[in-house]
């Protein structure tokens, strides 16, 4: 099984940009789909972002939608969240997550995997 590790999240002011990265140990990686959700303070986790095993399919949450960019790069075995006008409701904690379904079905909530997290906070 896939394990995962976030990293790249911090304090920001609303209107800035963070990147957000998630590395995947094991040689399996380009049997998952790959995606992002947050938990906010008080609120249930939600869905972000996926993108497919190869990277040619994506899905964004609407709230996030033009603004963040979900890619993979295989031959690193590591996936990144580029967040750019980030606003104060975008502060969570952000998990990675894998599935050996579609894209598709890990945006629905089939997952195999999780990371620990990493927190995001945009302040006003």
């Known amino acids: 099984q896939v394990q995962l590790v976030e990293s790249g999240g911090g304090l920001v002011q609303a209107g800035d940009s963070l990147r957000l990265s998630c590395a995947a140990s094991?040689?399996?990686?380009?049997?998952?789909?790959v995606g992002w959700f947050r938990q906010a303070p008080g609120k249930d986790r939600e869905f972000v972002a996926a993108?497919?095993?190869?990277?040619?399919?994506?899905y964004y949450d609407d709230s996030v939608q033009g603004r963040f960019t979900i890619s993979r790069d295989n031959a690193k075995n590591t996936v990144y969240l580029q967040m750019n006008s980030l606003k104060p409701e975008d502060t969570a904690v952000y998990y990675c997550?894998?599935?050996?379904?579609?894209?598709?079905?890990?945006?629905?909530?089939?997952?195999?995997?999780w990371g620990l997290g990493t927190l995001v906070t945009v302040s006003s």
């Open positions: 997550a894998a599935s050996m379904s579609s894209a598709f079905k890990l945006r629905d909530g089939s997952l195999d995997a």
């Open positions: 993108v497919s095993r190869s990277g040619s399919t994506t």
């Open positions: 094991g040689r399996t990686f380009t049997s998952y789909a």
